[in-house]
């Protein structure tokens, strides 16, 4: 399988920031890995970090604007070889969307929302490099196996804007509606009779972000604040 990165990117923020906060945590189907916060620079070690010799992984639990692309698509690469089952709770946007995109199984609350946009610039804007990097990051997601609906929200969608994906992305995605990982009662068979609502395709406008990435031939960023 190709890398999931495709360039260099790193983090330009004045603004001082911890990262990710990474917690494990037991589940019925095995420890989990709670993810929370903006992706940074460093944050892959600290990830990858977690996979020794203790008890076996079973997913990721995330909750994320997004952050770095570089650092997101290295943590979605282990994701995708420790073949981790990925939960949403609440929200899981930009970098985060690669990391749950790349789960093994998919599972999101009924109140998740999953959201994309295109790679942008430190302005909030798109350039020669950034489309370019847009381009070459849906690509890669093709060969992956996401489904082309949602690789065409996340190319149509300015870097300052998103998209959260609807009913039928989800589908395509076979999404599970169910938090595998609260209490025995959920470790059922996932070949039971599910179904996916309340998450509808809509454009909100993003606030702008302070904080910037930089790639070897564009300036780059992936990601979105809340309000």
Not at 21 to 39: W, Y
Not at 40 to 65: E, H, N
Not at 178 to 193: G, L
């Amino acid at each position: 399988m190709r890398a999931l990165w495709f360039v260099p990117i790193l983090w330009l923020s004045t603004v001082p920031c911890a990262g990710m906060e990474i917690s494990r945590v037991e589940s019925c189907a095995g420890d989990v890995l709670k993810l929370r916060g903006d992706i940074v620079a460093g944050d892959y070690v600290k990830f990858r970090s977690y996979f020794g010799d203790q008890a076996r992984i079973a997913g990721l639990d995330l909750d994320s604007t997004g952050g770095s692309l570089h650092e997101g698509s290295r943590i979605a690469a282990l994701t995708r070889k420790k073949r981790l089952s990925t939960f949403v709770s609440k929200e899981c946007d930009s970098a985060c969307a690669f990391i749950f995109l790349l789960g093994s199984k998919r599972y999101i609350s009924k109140e998740a929302r999953i959201g994309v946009h295109a790679v942008g610039n430190d302005y909030g804007g798109e350039d020669s490099g950034t489309l370019r990097d847009t381009i070459h990051f849906a690509r890669l997601s093709a060969k992956l196996g996401i489904p082309s609906s949602a690789i065409g929200k996340m190319v149509t969608t300015p870097p300052g804007k998103i998209t959260f994906l609807d009913q039928n992305d989800l589908a395509a995605l076979k999404v599970i509606v169910r938090d595998p990982f609260t209490d025995a009662a959920n470790c059922r068979p996932d070949s039971e009779p599910t179904s996916i609502g309340g998450v509808l395709a809509t454009h909100v406008e993003a606030p702008h972000r302070s904080s910037a990435f930089a790639a070897t031939k564009s300036r780059s960023s992936y990601r979105r604040r809340l309000p």
